[in-house]
Nanobody, 122 residues
């Protein structure tokens, strides 16, 4: 599975960004998708995950109510809509995929994209 994330950039606090991640190489609808992020000097952390059909989602407490994960299986793409951004959201954001069930640990995901940088200025 090849994953390519894009959509990052520089935004002011309170602003919005939409990340996209395009998948290829395997039936997209068979994969659980996730978004993770890694800030400078910190470990990679879970942001959000969505099940195969898109009917079930889960979020880290830090982003709940501000971020929304969604997917379009016809377009082989998963999205992360980020609203009310804060400086502490600054990080490289990675999309990831796994064939198994619900998981929030990065080591549970088998496939990773290259990451896209999100910078939120105060």
């Amino acid at each position: 599975v090849q994953l390519q994330a894009f959509g990052g950039g520089l935004v002011q606090a309170g602003g919005s960004l939409r990340l996209s991640c395009a998948a290829s190489g395997r039936t997209f609808s068979s994969l659980r998708m996730g978004w993770f992020r890694q800030a400078p000097g910190k470990e990679r952390e879970f942001v959000a995950t969505i099940n195969r059909s898109g009917g079930s989602t889960d979020y880290a407490d830090a982003v709940k109510g501000r971020f929304t994960i969604s997917r379009d299986n016809a377009k082989n793409t998963v999205y992360l809509q980020m609203n009310s951004l804060k400086p502490e959201d600054t990080a490289v954001y990675f999309c990831a995929a796994r064939a198994g069930a619900f998981a929030t640990y990065s080591r549970s995901y088998d496939y990773w994209g290259q990451g896209t940088l999100v910078t939120v200025s105060s």
